[in-house]
C-alpha cells in the first residue's frame, strides 16, 4: 500500500515548495491533506490518518506541540522547522527526522531514505520530545532565529538580527530590513510570543521593533514619542500603554 503524508506547515509558500519537492524525490507518497494551522491539523489527522505527519513546531491556532501529542503513537512525526534547539531536540528524543528552513531538496532526500526505512514500524515515542521542547521554551530558549518572508514567488530567508522592525499591514505582516521590506504571513501577536523580548520590543500593537536598531526617541508636535531608527529614514509611533519603555532613555 501507498505511503500517505499530512502537511502541516502555516506559511503557504512555504507548504507548496515542500508539496513540490516530495512530489519530486518521493512520487510514490500521497499526501493526504494539508493544514494551515494547528486545529485544522488535528482534524485533518483524525480524518485521514496518514502514515507521516510533516510538523511545523510553530503553529497558530494550537502549536505544534499540542499538535504533536495528538499524533503522538499514530503516525511518524518529521518536524519542520528554523529552530536550531528544537530540530536537534526532535532528533535525538527520537521523531524520524527533522527538516530545517528554508527546505534543502538533498536533507528532504535524507529524511525520505529514513522514513522509507522506519515507516512500517511502530512509530517513536514523542513523550520525551515534547516535554524537552515545552522546558526549552519555559527556559526561554528556541526563539525564532529565521523569517522566511514572500519576495514575489520566492522565499527569502532573513535573520532576525538583520530586521529592524515588523508593522502590521492588512492581512499580513510587513518585514522591514536596513534596505528592503518583504511580508509574510504571521500577526504581531504571534511574533511578539516567538521572538526574544529582550531583542524586540512592542511599541505599538501593530509594531514591533528591534531594540539594536534604535537611534533615540523624539516627541512630536502633540507630545507622542516617536523611535528614530539607525539605518532607516521613517519613525515608528509608540503608544502611550508602551512609553514606559523609553523613561531611561
Known amino acids: 500500500m501507498a505511503v500517505t503524508a499530512l502537511i502541516a506547515e502555516d506559511e503557504p509558500l512555504l507548504r507548496e515548495e ?14 493526504v491533506g494539508q493544514a494551515g494551522d494547528g486545529v485544522e491539523a488535528v482534524r485533518q489527522l483524525a480524518a ?13 491556532g494550537m502549536t505544534g506541540l499540542e499538535v504533536a501529542r495528538q499524533a503522538a503513537g499514530q503516525c511518524h512525526v518529521v ?11 526532535a532528533f535525538e528524543q527520537g521523531a524520524v527526522d527533522y527538516v530545517m528552513k528554508p527546505i534543502s531538496a538533498a536533507r ?8 522509507k526505512e522506519r515507516v512500517s514500524l511502530p512509530p517513536a515515542d514523542l513523550s520525551g520530545l515534547i516535554a524537552a521542547l515545552r522546558r526549552q521554551q519555559a ?11 514572500s519576495v514575489g514567488t520566492a522565499i527569502k530567508l532573513i535573520t532576525v538580527d538583520e530586521i529592524c522592525y515588523f ?15 518583504s511580508l509574510i504571513r504571521r500577526t504581531i501577536r504571534d ?16 509594531t514591533l521593533v528591534n531594540v539594536h536598531a534604535i537611534a533615540g526617541v523624539t516627541r512630536d508636535l502633540r ?12 519613525s515608528l509611533p509608540v503608544s502611550e500603554s508602551y512609553a514606559h519603555l523609553f523613561r531611561q532613555m
Open 48 to 60: 485521514h490518518r496518514p502514515d507521516v505527519l510533516f510538523l511545523d513546531i510553530r503553529m497558530p
Open 79 to 89: 518536524f519542520v522547522t528554523a529552530f536550531d534547539e528544537h530540530a536537534i531536540a
Open 18 to 31: 515542500l508539496v513540490e519537492q516530495l512530489a519530486s524525490l518521493w512520487p510514490e507518497l500521497v499526501i
Open 191 to 206: 511574533l511578539a510570543s516567538e521572538l526574544d523580548p529582550d531583542l524586540f520590543w512592542q511599541i505599538h500593537r501593530s
Open 167 to 181: 508593522r502590521a499591514d492588512t492581512k499580513y505582516t510587513r518585514v522591514v530590513t536596513p534596505s528592503a521590506e
Open 139 to 149: 527556559d526561554g530558549k528556541g526563539y525564532l532565529r529565521w523569517i522566511n518572508a
Open 223 to 234: 507630545g507622542y514619542l516617536q523611535v528614530r531608527l539607525k539605518q532607516r529614514q521613517e
Open 108 to 115: 528532504l532526500a535524507t529524511t525520505i531514505a529514513r522514513l
